[in-house]
């Protein structure tokens, strides 16, 4: 599940942020670790603010944010199927 910054990303994680035009986030797989996303400058922040885990991939201005996204998915073993992406309630 691939969670942005919302209301579900503090249920599910205990992070709270603001919303931004900036990539931050976080996977949480059926099984493993959650990994969080987060800009390479916000990254020492989001350290700051998890409260489980360790693991926080990051990029940089100019890499494409969505690329991380498939690679962490890819780290995690799926190289194919559907990511449920939570969209908070309107």
Do not use: M
């Given at each position: 599940m691939y969670l942005d910054v919302s209301t579900?990303?503090?249920?599910?994680?205990?992070?709270?942020?603001?919303?931004?035009?900036?990539?931050?986030?976080?996977?949480?797989?059926?099984?493993?670790?959650i990994v969080c996303l987060s800009p390479a400058f916000e990254e020492p922040?989001?350290?700051?603010l998890i409260h489980f885990g360790s693991d926080i991939r990051s990029w940089?201005?100019?890499?494409?944010?969505?690329?991380?996204?498939?690679?962490?998915?890819?780290?995690?073993?799926?190289?194919s199927g559907t990511v449920a992406d939570v969209h908070p309630l309107q």
């Open positions: 579900n990303l503090f249920y599910f994680t205990g992070i709270r942020l603001r919303p931004s035009e900036q990539l931050h986030g976080a996977v949480i797989p059926a099984n493993g670790d922040k989001t350290r700051e940089e201005e100019h890499e494409d944010p969505t690329a991380l996204v498939i690679g962490t998915l890819r780290s995690l073993g799926c190289d």
